[in-house]
């Protein structure tokens, strides 16, 4: 029997998932719609508020959005202490596990360290130190366009000005929808929240292949690649869908059209990744030649200058195109992430812990990564993904992989809050 199966209320991860499961879920396409301070995440949340409060955790929020839920928080120890934790925002249409399972781990984690379980560390010495179990805010970008807000913003890694200019899709500025929701406000560093943690660890589903064909169910992160998101704005001119000849048009889903292919070639041949996954059109007619086109790119390569060098190169055949279709070009520049390398230190002590698993890069960015990138020795177990689709409802992972990703992340977590 598992630490994380056992059975007793408090420690089943089936009982935590099936809460959770309904809360946002779209029965048509069986996709999760948990959008930032939307109904559907504040329930999330107050799921993750009743956890904590079941188990007498204290939860701490910082004016960002971002919450902390303490075990033995000892006010004589303001540092140093062991967090874990993912986010509980989704995508349009996305998973159920990318962000949750971070976090109903980290629950039946904690009740497997408590029960003390075998797979927990049995012999390990008592846990010197506080652990956190950590939500943070608007991971995903979807509502506000800057992915891992809440941690960027927690940690000085984006300017509270820029957030505060933030508006989502319906014109609602971010601090807004936050009071709407009645969270309290105060956008910037809030170092007290994870009270400079010696270890930052989150557990997260595999957003591709390698563990399913490598034949195991959990892995070690080595690294993030470089990624970020640009708005490309093509300005046209808005006419007559029949009367205008083809050649008298200014029509800018034609540059748009082009600069999605050119963006597609260059990562292929580069061997990066290029995504316009979001478009607005305007008027958005079918009989109006369009006057305005927004397509957002989102692009990542293995390092730094080669990313640069791939967005310089789509941003220039843009230009051409338009140039070409009598069009205009504007790129703006919306989020940006650099390469992290996750604490070596650090991965080899989880390494050596699990023994040995698989190390993987990623090219999925994440709150660790945020963290990692502001100092805070931090890791990240991803848990085999079968369909190695992620940003849809295929994304999956077995039951046993799930209680496997706990009892990993159980013994890391023992490991760790031990010294
Ligand atoms: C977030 O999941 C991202 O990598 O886009
Ligand atoms: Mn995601
Ligand atoms: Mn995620
Ligand atoms: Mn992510």
């Given at each position: ?231 490309f704005e093509f300005g ?16 800018p889903?034609?540059t748009?059209?082009?600069t ?55 941003r220039?055949?843009a230009g051409?195109r338009a140039?070409?279709?009598?069009t205009r070009l504007e790129v ?88």
């Amino acid at each position: 029997m598992t630490a994380a199966g056992s059975g007793s209320f408090g420690n089943d991860f089936e009982q935590l998932w099936k809460a959770l499961a309904p809360i946002g879920r779209d029965d048509r396409t069986g996709g999760y719609r948990r959008y930032s301070w939307t109904p559907a995440h504040q329930e999330c949340e107050r799921w993750f508020r009743d956890e904590a409060g079941r188990r007498d955790l204290t939860v701490e929020a910082d004016g960002n959005g971002n919450l902390v839920a303490w075990w033995r928080p000892d006010p004589a120890r303001v540092t140093g202490g062991v967090v874990t934790g993912s986010h509980l925002d989704s995508v349009p249409d996305g998973g159920a596990y990318d962000g949750p399972l971070g976090v109903v781990s980290a629950f039946a984690a904690l009740d497997a360290i408590r029960a003390g379980g075998a797979a927990a560390g049995a012999g390990a010495s008592a846990p010197t130190r506080p652990l956190g179990i950590a939500v943070f805010a608007e991971e995903e970008g979807a509502r506000f366009g800057v992915p891992c807000l809440g941690s960027r913003l927690l940690t000085g890694a984006l300017e509270p000005d820029r957030a505060r200019g933030l508006r989502d899709a319906d014109g609602v500025p971010l601090t807004d929808a936050m009071e709407r929701a009645g969270v309290p406000v105060d956008l910037g560093p809030a170092p007290g929240l994870l009270r400079a943690p010696s270890a930052f660890v989150e557990l997260h589903v595999e957003q591709g292949r390698a563990l399913a064909d490598l034949g195991a169910p959990v892995a070690v992160a080595r690294d993030i690649w470089p990624h970020g998101r640009w708005r490309f704005e093509f300005g046209g001119r808005a006419d007559h869908a029949g009367t205008t000849a083809m050649a008298d048009r200014h029509d800018p889903m034609l540059t748009y059209a082009m600069t999605a292919l050119a963006a597609n070639k260059r990562a292929r041949l580069t061997n990066a990744r290029t995504t316009f996954g979001r478009v607005r059109v305007e008027p958005n007619a079918t009989n109006a030649v369009p006057s305005l086109v927004r397509a957002w790119l989102d692009a990542r390569a293995a390092d730094e200058a080669s990313l640069d060098a791939l967005v310089e190169e789509i941003r220039r055949q843009a230009g051409d195109r338009a140039q070409r279709d009598g069009t205009r070009l504007e790129v703006h520049p919306e989020s940006w992430t650099p390469r992290v390398e996750f604490d070596v230190r650090l991965r080899d002590r989880v390494a050596a812990r699990l023994g040995s698993p698989p190390v993987l890069s990623t090219q999925a960015g994440h709150d660790a990564g945020i963290l990692a990138a502001a100092g805070i020795p931090a890791a990240m177990l991803f848990v085999r993904n079968p369909t190695g689709v992620s940003h849809a409802p295929e994304e999956y992972a077995e039951p046993a992989d799930c209680l496997a990703g706990v009892d990993a992340l159980a013994a890391v977590l023992t490991d760790l809050l031990a010294g």
